[in-house]
């Protein structure tokens, strides 16, 4: 290597030299190296927590709806829409449009089984201020038992039970999936006002009595 650097000209000589000991770039390369990991860093704390405070406002919509609820005495389906447009100021500032509610009554029998009543579902449209009715999942009489904690099955009593689901999606998805994780959620009251929530489409039609399934 000496040899060659002598038979090179002296400024050329001289700027191998200074290039070889030039550390000015060091920081550029560096950065550039970890730049990456540093975006996936920020992006990814970013999701972790939207998704965090998702999770929340789900816990947060299903108690509402129960609530909301168990403070009647008779539920008709404009009560319902309103009860599940709640959901929209809950998400708020995130996108309602991906939550499911159900509403349901529970009746306990004498044997501790727990019965559906009544059952009634909700969806928000994107853009939507209001939520549009739905035919449930569950109907009267199905047995579900296995969701409700062992220390409400009250024989004879019955329980406003309430189930929201949101799937979230990331913006970036480079931490988590991308096609979106679904968050969800269940809760339970009493009726607070009389001993069941009657329900019907309209008043025309409510019920008197409280039905035993």
């Not at 929340?56 to 009560?79: E, G």
């Not at 309602?96 to 009554?105: G, I, M, N």
């Not at 339970?188 to 001993?195: D, E, G, L």
């Amino acid at each position: 290597m000496s040899k060659v650097m002598k038979t090179l000209p002296s400024a050329l000589r001289r700027f191998v030299v200074a290039f070889g000991h030039d550390r000015r770039g060091l920081a550029a390369v560096e950065f550039a190296f970890i730049m990456p990991l540093m975006l996936v860093l920020f992006f990814g704390t970013v999701e972790f927590s939207s998704g965090v405070a998702v999770d929340r406002k789900v816990t947060l919509m299903a108690r509402a709806a129960s609530d909301l609820t168990s403070q009647a005495t008779q539920v008709v389906d404009a009560d319902l829409q309103n009860f599940f447009s709640a959901s929209v100021g809950i998400m708020t500032p995130y996108d309602p449009s991906p939550t499911k509610v159900t509403l349901s009554e529970i009746y306990v029998d004498n044997s501790n089984i727990a019965h559906i009543q009544w059952s009634k579902a909700g969806t928000i449209a994107s853009g939507a201020t209001q939520a549009t009715l739905t035919a449930s999942t569950r109907s009267q009489g199905d047995i579900v038992t296995s969701v409700v904690p062992s220390a409400l099955l009250v024989s004879g009593t019955y329980l406003i039970f309430s189930e929201v689901s949101y799937k979230y999606v990331p913006t970036i998805g480079y931490v988590m999936a991308k096609a979106g994780i679904t968050f969800s959620d269940v809760a339970f009251t009493r009726p607070r006002q009389s001993v069941c929530v009657f329900y019907a489409p309209t008043s025309a039609t409510m019920p008197t009595t409280c039905s035993t399934y």
